[in-house]
């Protein structure tokens, strides 16, 4: 059974930091592309950043310089470390991994809420 579990949600001011953590299980982890997407309400899911298997990163621009991914491929874990958040940062948090080629995987998070608020 495949788990992703993501942590690290929570209410912070604006211009603080927060680090999410998503630990999966039930998926050979290294072979899979993990990303970070989030939802606002009355919007539309997005990527916020995403790591292949082999470590390469692409970020949105508007988090680009904030947010930075990065994988623990020994504790099957992907983080996502935000800095200098905004109210606009404040959505739903999901964890997403996928894998492509001939049996091709995807996977979701539930999802963590985080709240940019004074």
């Known amino acids: 059974q495949v788990q992703l579990v993501e942590s690290g949600g929570g209410l912070v001011q604006p211009g603080g930091s927060l680090k999410l953590s998503c630990a999966a299980s039930?998926?050979?982890?290294?072979?899979?592309?993990m990303g970070w997407y989030r939802q606002a309400p009355g919007k539309q899911r997005e990527l916020v950043a995403g790591i292949s298997s082999g470590g390469s990163t692409n970020t949105a621009d508007s988090v680009k310089g904030r947010f930075t991914i990065s994988r623990d491929n020994a504790k099957n874990t992907v983080y996502l470390q935000m800095n200098s958040l905004k109210p606009d940062d404040t959505a739903v948090y999901y964890c997403h991994a996928e894998r492509k080629g001939s049996l091709p995987r995807a996977y979701w998070g539930q999802g963590t809420q985080v709240t940019v608020s004074s």
């Open positions: 039930g998926v050979i982890f290294r072979f899979y592309a």
